[in-house]
């Protein structure tokens, strides 16, 4: 039985493969809701509902009096089957294995990726980059300096996600983790443990990258603090200028504020801490207890062995890959999904309950 619901879904399909595969060109007029309504044998209420949705996903623009037009500025690059992720390190650097969620997701449908680091990523317009790439995975190493490259990517429609850093309202795809929740989990373990005077380290600015993912995990940090009623925390001013000329600063600052665990910012720092207290004799954990955040392969073998917050590296890259062909197949939807992939603990041997001497 043929109802109007699969009436209107034939409609709205059907013009839609029309205006991918050329059959309406850009600024080109759409059959009117009359005519499509006496074509198809449906009402016109049924007419005007597919042309809106073709309108509420980017396709087509609608003017009162005038009619139903594709998008001026609609435009369909031949497909290439290859895919490009762009991350700030090699890929065999063991920092992060996005890789191989990606080509989990790639793999079925015969696209191919390219990987290649920050520094190497140019292009001269986006319509190159679209003779070599049907969409691209960016992980921006700062995200406001390079938001004039991704304004670019984003006003030329080209299909591309951002993984690791996003901005509250930005309409961009993007899958990040869930920063403030490792934060707080991290800084949760460690008072659970009884430690009371926790403080947080950074290498990121925290005072001008709000959106960070630094900063959300500071955010957790202060938010685990609130919810027990302790008074000391680190400034985010402190965080960094106490990583500043190798921890210089770190260990008279700690003893004064009796400070008895640390959460690092990610674990790149956590591992230079440990080198650097080990340089001091000031035994961990038996002295200070130190938490990471990422969970990168040499956690495992640190001394002592990190405790940190594992972040499903082939979880995201998974995400973005399913979100990259939902962006492939229509760059002009205007709903940008942003989404947050959990984080979990990995305990291993550099946390202690608080010493007592």
């Known amino acids: 039985m043929t109802t109007n619901a699969n009436k209107y879904l034939q409609i709205f399909e059907t013009l839609k493969s029309q205006i991918w595969t050329g059959e309406y060109v850009a600024g080109q007029q759409l059959p009117s809701e009359n005519e499509l309504a006496k074509t198809y044998q449906v009402s016109r209420i049924t007419s005007k ?3 809106q ?11 009162q009096g005038s009619g139903t037009f594709v998008r001026r500025a609609f435009k369909h690059y031949p497909r290439t089957n290859q895919l490009l992720l762009v991350i700030p390190f090699a890929s065999e650097s063991g920092l992060g294995d996005y ?4 080509k989990e997701i790639l793999a079925p449908l015969q696209q191919s990726l390219v990987v290649i680091e920050n520094k190497d990523f140019t292009f001269t317009t986006v319509a190159d980059l679209a003779t070599q790439y049907d969409g691209l995975i960016y992980y921006p190493q700062n995200l406001a300096a ?5 304004n670019q990517l984003l006003l030329h429609h080209f299909p591309f996600v951002l993984i690791d850093k996003t901005a509250t309202n930005l309409p961009v795809p993007s899958v990040v983790s869930d920063n403030t929740q490792g ?5 949760n373990t460690l008072i659970e443990a009884g430690h009371q005077n926790i403080a947080f ?10 959106n960070s993912s630094a900063t959300y995990r500071y955010f957790g940090y202060i938010q685990a603090l609130g919810e027990h009623d302790l008074t000391f925390a680190t400034t985010p001013h402190s965080a960094t200028a106490l990583t500043s000329d190798h921890f210089a600063d770190l260990l008279p600052a700690l003893r004064q504020n009796n400070v008895t665990a640390l959460v690092c910012e990610h674990d790149i720092l956590a591992l230079q801490l440990l080198t650097f207290l080990t340089a001091h004799n000031v035994k961990v954990p038996e002295t200070l207890s130190v938490i990471g955040f990422d969970n990168i392969a040499q956690t495992a073998t640190s001394q002592p062995q990190l405790t940190t917050i594992m972040q499903n590296f082939c979880e995201i890259g998974r995400q973005a890959a399913r979100l990259l062909q939902t962006r492939m197949a229509n760059p002009y939807d205007p709903k940008a999904a942003q989404i947050t992939v959990p984080v979990e603990l990995m305990a291993r041997l550099s946390v202690n309950p608080e010493p007592t001497i």
């Open 53 to 63: 949705e073709l309108a509420d996903i980017g396709l087509v623009e609608r003017h």
């Open 49 to 51: 509902r597919a042309l």
């Open 183 to 187: 934060g707080y989990l991290a800084t």
């Open 146 to 150: 390079e938001l004039p490259q991704i």
């Open 99 to 102: 890789i191989t969620g990606v």
């Open 201 to 210: 380290l950074a290498q990121s600015d925290l005072t001008t990258t709000l």
